[in-house]
């Protein structure tokens, strides 16, 4: 089945530095991946689709210069929390369409950050 | 009104229980619609994809009524494993699929 890994699992940084978060389709090339971000006891939030080869697309209420998107390969795309709050800390989770068709997304395992 | 809501948890009940979850959609321009579900601190699983007549898996019967904009999960026979939260999730509609989640209805299957 189609795989989607993540790195790394689990950060702890100091407040105001930065963490890169890599999302990988292991055995398919997704052009479009999703990032999300979880709260406890919250909802999935859709935070940003990730195009390859192109600008991502914000939700609204999403900072696009402190979440920084690249999509540079038809198997890769980071997520980069610039800057990073207390407040910041959540659970991200990517997620990736296979390029061939169908309507499901593939989910990575999730990278929780904790911001001290 | 939410893009998607779900009934409000938690759900306990023993094993061997019928249980039943409903949710409903605002954007009448979805097309897609599934049930996932997510464990303790890990990433959500697909369960199954809803369809508008209805499919079974095994102990899971799925809904839709496109109408009412309503989607149904039915868990037969609860087993000790099926505690989880069962997320409602619909697709937006559109060129990009983007997925809407519902906050989740969790279920807790006692012995």
């Known amino acids: 089945g189609a795989v989607v890994s993540q790195h790394p699992s689990r950060v702890i940084c100091k407040s105001g530095t930065s963490v890169k978060i890599e999302c990988r389709s292991l055995?398919?090339?997704?052009?479009?991946m999703f990032w999300y971000r979880q709260f406890p006891k919250k909802s999935l939030m859709l935070m940003a689709t990730?195009?390859?080869?192109?600008?991502?697309?914000?939700e609204q209420g999403v900072e696009k210069d402190k979440f920084l998107i690249n999509h540079a390969s038809l198997t890769l795309s980071t997520l980069t929390v610039t800057s990073a709050h207390p407040e910041d800390s959540s659970f991200y989770i990517c997620?990736?369409?296979?390029?061939?068709?169908?309507?499901?997304?593939?989910f990575g395992p999730g990278t929780r950050l904790t911001v001290l | 009104r939410k893009e998607v809501e779900q009934d409000p948890g938690p759900f306990n009940v023993p094993e061997g229980a019928t249980v039943a979850f409903n949710c409903t959609y605002s954007?009448?321009?979805?097309?897609?619609f599934f049930w996932y579900r997510q464990d303790c601190r890990k990433e959500p699983k697909l369960l199954m994809s809803?369809?508008?007549s209805g499919n079974e898996d095994g102990r899971f019967t799925a809904q839709l009524n496109r109408a009412s904009q309503y989607i149904s999960l039915l868990i037969r026979d609860s087993k000790l494993s099926d505690s989880a939260t069962y997320l409602c999730?619909?697709?937006?509609?559109?060129?990009?699929?983007?997925?809407?989640f519902g906050k989740g209805t969790k279920l807790s299957v006692k012995p």
């Open positions: 809803v369809y508008s």
């Open positions: 999730v619909v697709n937006r509609g559109g060129s990009q699929g983007n997925l809407i």
């Open positions: 997620s990736a369409k296979d390029r061939t068709g169908g309507n499901e997304q593939f």
């Open positions: 055995d398919f090339q997704a052009t479009t």
């Open positions: 954007n009448s321009a979805s097309q897609s």
């Open positions: 990730s195009n390859e080869g192109s600008k991502a697309t914000y």
